[in-house]
């Protein structure tokens, strides 16, 4: 059980053996068939940070191998708020669990409760930093939607749009997509919101073609357009978030007229809804190659992958099949 706090821990085979793993997930997340292969273990689910699907998919998955789930949600429920440290609260959530998933606002403050825990931790979002289990199954989505029409991910066009600063979905996907081959990466965000530096340089130096720009027109003609919410939260004040609300919409009329016939539309959720944002319009909704609710679904086998790898159980799923009573 390695904890997984960054991406940087994944090569192309490893990715590669956890979407297998993912794929063979199918049966147990759609109730076609059940296994208890992590009955009697624990899941300590602690966010410290709001979330709806990164905190409910980890919990749902575990549940669906058969484990029980225990949950911290909010700073304000837990013993942090009293001054204690990261560390002492990872000693005393680990003896009480068997693995453990969390959020928190700081960047790099999971692999800091990491150093405390006696059980393996898998980064659920640390402040602006990393998101790992997000850029995977992003990937996974990536190359199931791909596959659909006979692409790859290799050789792709991937436009990234919005808050490119602040976006750790962003960041972590293109880390991971810096590890395939012949991609071309359109970023697209105010200068202010740009791609931080090194990992545009990290993305070039792998030998992807990287143009950067601040206009949504005439940028948007890829395989795959990954929109971003504009992370209100990472900012100093609501009211320098709101300049950049708003800015890049995406709707059916301007994906008609920038984008591909079969351009995949893909957001990480939550979208800001409120008129001033409205970054991902709801007249998308019917458009086929939004795969939004995909990325989600696809969350669940992702993360029940990751639960059976840590806990070394991969094997053993069909071993502990067992009968479904509904
Ligand atoms: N994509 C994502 O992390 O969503 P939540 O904030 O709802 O977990």
């Known amino acids: 059980g390695e904890h997984i706090l960054s991406v940087s821990q994944f090569d192309r085979d490893t990715i590669q053996h956890v979407f297998n793993i993912a794929h063979q997930m199918q049966p147990y997340a759609s109730r076609q068939k059940r296994t208890k292969v992590l009955e009697g273990a624990i899941l300590g689910n602690l966010f410290f940070e709001p979330s709806t699907r990164t905190r409910v998919s980890f919990g749902c998955a575990f549940n669906l191998l058969g484990g029980e789930v225990r ?17 002492d609260t990872a000693r005393v959530i680990s003896s009480y669990s068997d693995v453990i998933a969390m959020r928190h606002p700081q960047a790099g403050s999971v692999a800091e409760f990491a150093l405390g825990s006696r059980v393996p931790v898998l980064n659920g979002g640390d402040g602006a930093n990393e998101h790992p289990t997000q850029a995977l199954l992003d990937l996974f989505t990536i190359e199931r939607e791909l596959a659909s029409s006979g692409q790859t991910i290799d050789g792709m066009h991937i436009a990234m749009v919005g808050d490119l600063k602040f976006g750790r979905t962003v960041h972590s996907l293109s880390k991971l997509l810096k590890l395939y ?8 965000s105010p200068q202010e919101l740009a791609m931080p530096s090194d990992i545009v340089d990290a993305i070039q130096s792998a030998g992807h073609q990287v143009t950067v720009t601040d206009a949504l027109e005439g940028n948007l003609n890829a395989d795959i357009v990954y929109q971003t919410r504009i992370q209100e939260e990472r900012f100093p004040s609501k009211e320098e978030a709101n300049l950049y609300r708003g800015k890049f919409r995406l709707n059916q009329e301007i994906y008609t007229r920038y984008c591909k016939s079969n351009t995949v539309i893909m957001h990480p959720l939550p979208r800001d809804s409120r008129m001033e944002a409205n ?3 709801n007249d998308l909704n019917l458009n086929p190659n939004l795969a939004i609710f995909r990325q989600a679904d696809n969350g669940i086998l992702v993360r029940m992958a990751l639960f059976a790898l840590t806990l070394g159980v991969e094997h053993l799923l069909t071993k502990y099949e067992c009968a479904v009573p509904w």
Not at 74 to 85: D, H, I, N, R
Request: net charge negative; glycine share 8%.
């Open 181 to 188: 081959k012949n991609l071309r990466f359109t970023l697209i």
């Open 71 to 87: 949950e911290t949600t909010g700073m304000e429920s837990s013993a942090l708020s009293k001054g204690e440290s990261l560390f």
């Open 279 to 281: 970054e991902l319009d």
